[in-house]
């Protein structure tokens, strides 16, 4: 059997922060700021939605989280001002180390799949935009289960529809939320810690690996199953 990989999507192959420019040119000073909380609403949004069993799907859950801080930050948006941005939102670009680290990745024996919060369209969508389609065996979406990682479930839906198991798959995210929901469900897991600056949540659970980045990552993981 092939060792699986589990990429997540937003925020570990495609980077949320594509929109900044975008924002600094509507509201200037506050753009970080603005990007920053607009992503942690997203992910905040997800999980009380996932938690409620009121599901609605990520591009949802992106579009109330903007809305959300239009009003915090009192930019006024317009309608118009919003929807190009939640278009910006669909064409993000890949992190410059993702190229570099899926080509030779491509080269081993491994099994490849986006895994993610968004729609399998969208995401299918993005990777094309990113031009990385074609380093993937397929796209695995959490919409199907009407729910968001870290539930448990999520993880067994994503080893059923790859027919691989917890043992022999690994799930690749910068998001330690999603690399703890992974260690709950049994995956091996890779921290990918760009800035250095992420703390893991302190549970007492370790990634399996931590990386600075995805370009070694092959020879990372090949390593260990040595």
Not at 54 to 82: E, P, V
Not at 150 to 162: A, D, I, M
């Amino acid at each position: 059997m092939k060792t699986t990989l589990a990429f997540d999507v937003y925020g570990t192959l495609i980077n949320p922060q594509g929109v900044l420019l975008e924002l600094q040119n509507l509201i200037g000073d506050q753009a970080l700021a603005f990007s920053n909380l607009w992503r942690e609403k997203q992910l905040e949004y997800s999980f009380r939605k996932g938690l409620m069993e009121s599901y609605q799907h990520f591009g949802i859950c992106t579009q109330q989280a903007l809305d959300y801080c239009d009003a915090f930050f009192n930019t006024q948006l317009t309608d118009q001002q919003k929807t190009a941005l939640l278009s910006i939102y669909k064409v993000l670009p890949a992190f410059d180390d993702v190229i570099t680290g899926l080509s030779r990745l491509s080269k081993e024996q491994f099994a490849v799949y986006a895994f993610s919060n968004g729609l399998q369209e969208s995401v299918e969508n993005l990777l094309v935009h990113a031009k990385i389609d074609q380093y993937f065996d397929g796209v695995v979406s959490v919409d199907d289960l009407k729910t968001f990682k870290p539930n448990p479930k999520v993880y067994e839906y994503f080893l059923s529809q790859t027919q691989s198991t917890a043992e022999n798959t690994w799930l690749i995210s910068s998001n330690n939320f999603d690399v703890l929901g992974a260690l709950n469900s049994g995956f091996n897991t890779v921290w990918v810690n760009r800035t250095k600056k992420q703390i893991l949540d302190p549970w007492g659970d370790q990634p399996t690996i931590i990386a600075d980045d995805l370009s070694s990552l092959a020879e990372l993981i090949s390593g260990f199953k040595d």
